[in-house]
């Protein structure tokens, strides 16, 4: 079965740091390209990034360009979303999803999301 | 930045058809796939670009799309199609993907 599983839950207070992952399984990880969706509460999806686990390319939305690190481990099959310090913000529900083919393809398989709250 | 723009809400009563369309600027030219997303749920892809449907989704759900709109179309509509519709495309001029607002889908 081809499946994305993400890590837990995460609770942070403002300025700390955060790597979330998204473990890939059932396909050949390096060949695909896997994405990043921000949801803020109550609010619709966002695109924040990609990654071509094979060589590492990566495009970002210039929306969060600078705010954020993808990141991948072809090894393990891991893609990875860091914050080097986090902001009240920050909180929402981060999908990683894999694109079919290329880029111009849909995401057809998602992860079942990690829920980031950042909070004082 | 190339915008997505969506109807906020869609009604329809069951057993009718529910159109969502989704606007960009020549998006008939680009590949444009939809998801659906329920309540508490990770989204599902419903339709892609091709017209193509996953194992398991009806075949209800069809796709097109022709000058600045594409539209999603679920025919013979149920209580449990009721969920948040978005599309999506990607953009080559900016080389990024974008999502549409989203549309709440309520079955009367």
């Known amino acids: 079965e081809v499946q994305l599983v993400q890590s837990g839950v995460e609770v942070k207070k403002p300025g700390e740091s955060l790597k979330i992952s998204c473990k890939g399984s059932?396909?050949?990880?390096?060949?695909?390209?896997i994405g990043w969706v921000r949801q803020m509460p109550g609010k619709g999806l966002e695109w924040m990034g990609i990654i071509y686990p094979g060589d590492s390319d990566t495009k970002y939305s210039p929306a969060f360009q600078g705010q954020v690190t993808i990141s991948a481990d072809k090894s393990i099959s891991t893609a990875y979303l860091q914050w080097s310090s986090l902001r009240v913000s920050d909180t929402a529900m981060y999908y990683c999803a894999r694109h079919e083919g290329t880029v111009w393809d849909a995401f057809d398989i998602w992860g079942q999301g990690t829920m980031v709250t950042v909070s004082s | 930045s190339y915008v997505l723009t969506q109807p906020p809400s869609v009604s329809v009563a069951p057993g009718q058809t529910a159109r969502i369309t989704c606007g960009g600027n020549n998006i008939g030219t680009k590949s444009a796939h939809w998801y659906q997303q329920k309540p508490g749920q990770a989204p599902v892809l419903v339709v892609d670009?091709?017209?193509d449907r996953p194992s398991g989704i009806p075949e209800r759900f069809s796709g097109s799309k022709s000058g600045n709109t594409a539209t999603l179309t679920i025919s013979r509509v149920e209580a449990g199609d009721e969920a948040d519709f978005y599309c999506?495309?990607?953009?080559?001029?900016?080389?990024?993907?974008?999502f549409g607002g989203g549309t709440k889908l309520t079955v009367l």
């Open positions: 670009d091709e017209n």
């Open positions: 999506q495309v990607w953009d080559s001029s900016s080389d990024q993907g974008v």
């Open positions: 059932g396909y050949s990880f390096s060949t695909y390209w």
